[in-house]
């Protein structure tokens, strides 16, 4: 298989070795701390460490946060020593982004190692300067037989686990770091701005769980300011900022970067809140989702200002990156004949199916930040996904998923399958019309995976309208698992160069690998 794993060159080591030292001698701001100081002495510092965004053959975007207004300043190589580098001039960043900037990069050489510091400079004397952050990514392949090979997984600080200091914080963020993959796909709850962190909790077993903590996560977020503090946390973690630094990102939402199950149009009902408008809270949170993650389509020239988007990596990979969360109709008990609306929006729908149609890659990963058939609830009466727990054809939201596959076989799309994480255990779901209430569909894969950093929780039920089949699955008997007692979930993909196979493989913190399963390219359905 020649998308055997690839760990860094010597050289490539030192590199890295170097952005952590950097990284290091950059102390964090004092945890608590809600703004940069506007001190008038010292250089800009990038304490926050560097992130690249939906890289492709030519293009990338890099970001970064200041301590206080700075140019940020961006130099490219092919070496390390930065020999023949080339300087992209990025944004002044200040109050208005939170200190926050990402700058595109275009023309990149692809299938290569770009090594890239990022510097900030005092905007009044640009002769005064931070220390470089550095990091390094891969373009992806013009060639098919360069392989192809991601990590997929999602849910970060969930449930009140947080940062730990006595488990070294996030270390799953390290195991994934040294599978040195091509990208990260983060499928959504990248923080839960609805959730609390406390300074401890104690275990069933009596152990304790410590926290860091600060001001902006102890109570549920719903100003701006506090938004921004929740997608700040998690970069208080050491293993996160050194995988920023060398892993680019594909990043989606969903709820938690809101508030639990939430959906456009909703007036709260929860004392914990003063601002009971969902809507005036996604959009603080979108402002501050943009701020914080080198997304293409949220920082477009063109203004487009969305998160579904293709990211195309290759001639073997587009991911499809949806968004489940924006444009759904309310949460109901999904009994409704007729449904346009559905959980993507009709325009999302649309854009989606004509999207498929188009590419020409081998393999057409829908980045789903919910899954299909896993009966999720919302509450007594409602449902919070796609399946209503009826077995029969298809209703409500699930008319629109039908629709979809319906159009995926009968264009004959080839080399499709669903990722997804959100229900905090693992598992693998084979979806086969002659299992199914609604047999017009192509048989398909659904492949779950995570948490990262949040609690776990027991399978959910499957609805057989599509007929899936959980050959698979890992979950615990209880709610709320700590990761102190069990390992966290990750997904690996691996794309074969020379024959097409893709091989999924379901991962556990700790190295092992739960499951696995070779997918033949060329065919509407497996």
């Known amino acids: 298989m020649s998308y055997a794993p690839r760990f860094p060159s010597p050289a490539r080591r030192s590199v890295l070795r170097g952005s952590l030292a950097a990284s290091a001698a950059l102390a964090l701001p004092a945890v608590g701390a809600a703004a940069p100081a506007f001190a008038l002495s010292g250089r800009p510092r990038a304490a926050w460490g560097v992130q690249v965004g939906d890289v492709t053959s030519s293009s990338a975007l890099v970001w970064v946060r200041s301590d206080r207004p700075a140019r940020m300043i961006v130099e490219t190589s092919a070496t390390e020593s930065f020999r023949r580098a080339r300087t992209w001039h990025g944004p002044l960043v200040g109050s208005g982004t939170d200190f926050t900037g990402t700058t595109p990069l275009y023309g990149l050489p692809p299938g290569e190692q770009v090594h890239y510091r990022v510097t900030l400079a005092d905007p009044h004397d640009p002769r005064r300067t931070g220390e470089p952050?550095?990091?390094?990514?891969?373009?992806?392949?013009?060639?098919?037989?360069?392989?192809?090979?991601?990590?997929?997984?999602?849910?970060?600080?969930?449930?009140?686990?947080?940062?730990?200091?006595?488990?070294?914080?996030?270390?799953?963020?390290?195991?994934?770091?040294?599978?040195?993959?091509?990208?990260?796909?983060?499928?959504?709850?990248?923080?839960?701005?609805?959730?609390?962190?406390?300074?401890?909790v104690t275990l069933p077993d009596g152990r304790i769980w410590r926290n860091v903590t600060t001001e902006e996560k102890a109570k549920v977020a719903e100003t701006l300011a506090e938004y921004r503090?929740?997608?700040?946390?998690?970069?208080?973690?050491?293993?996160?900022?050194?995988?920023?630094?060398?892993?680019?990102?594909?990043?989606q939402w969903d709820d938690h970067e809101v508030r639990n199950n939430w959906y456009p149009g909703q007036i709260l009902d929860d004392a914990r809140y003063t601002e009971k408008n969902v809507d005036v809270l996604a959009a603080r949170s979108m402002r501050a989702f943009r701020e914080y993650f080198p997304v293409s389509t949220l920082h477009a020239a063109s203004g487009e200002g969305?998160?579904?988007?293709?990211?195309?990596?290759?001639?073997?990979?587009?991911?499809?990156?949806?968004?489940?969360?924006?444009?759904?109709?309310?949460?109901?008990?999904?009994?409704?004949?007729?449904?346009?609306?559905?959980?993507?929006?009709?325009?999302?729908?649309?854009?989606?199916?004509?999207?498929l149609s188009r590419s020409r890659a081998v393999w057409k990963v829908i980045a789903a930040d919910m899954p299909l058939g896993l009966v999720v609830t919302d509450g007594a009466t409602d449902f919070e996904a796609v399946a209503q727990g009826d077995p029969g054809a298809p209703l409500g939201r699930e008319l629109q998923i039908a629709e979809l596959l319906r159009y995926i076989k009968h264009r004959r799309i080839t080399g499709t399958l669903w990722l997804t994480a959100d229900v905090h255990y693992t598992s693998a779901q084979h979806y086969e019309p002659e299992r199914a209430a609604f047999k017009d569909f192509a048989p398909f894969w659904e492949f779950v995976s995570g948490p990262l950093a949040a609690g776990q929780f027991q399978a959910n039920a499957l609805d057989a309208t599509f007929g899936p089949d959980r050959v698979f699955v890992r979950a615990p008997d209880r709610a709320n698992v700590s990761p102190m007692e069990s390992p966290q979930y990750f997904g690996e993909v691996g794309i074969d160069g020379d024959s097409g196979e893709l091989t999924v493989r379901l991962r556990a913190q700790g190295g092992s690998v739960l499951f696995s399963k070779v997918l033949q390219p060329g065919r509407v359905g497996q």
């Open 229 to 251: 503090g929740n997608f700040r946390y998690n970069l208080l973690d050491h293993n996160l900022r050194a995988f920023n630094a060398q892993v680019p990102s594909i990043v």
């Open 306 to 355: 969305r998160m579904h988007r293709v990211v195309r990596h290759g001639p073997l990979l587009d991911v499809f990156v949806l968004d489940m969360r924006s444009f759904r109709n309310a949460n109901s008990p999904g009994r409704q004949p007729d449904d346009t609306t559905g959980i993507l929006g009709a325009e999302q729908l649309r854009w989606l199916k004509h999207e």
């Open 133 to 200: 952050v550095h990091g390094t990514f891969r373009t992806a392949p013009a060639r098919r037989r360069d392989g192809v090979r991601f990590l997929w997984s999602g849910d970060i600080a969930g449930q009140g686990w947080g940062i730990n200091p006595d488990i070294g914080g996030y270390a799953v963020y390290d195991e994934m770091r040294r599978l040195d993959p091509d990208f990260f796909l983060c499928s959504g709850d990248n923080i839960y701005a609805d959730g609390v962190i406390e300074p401890s």
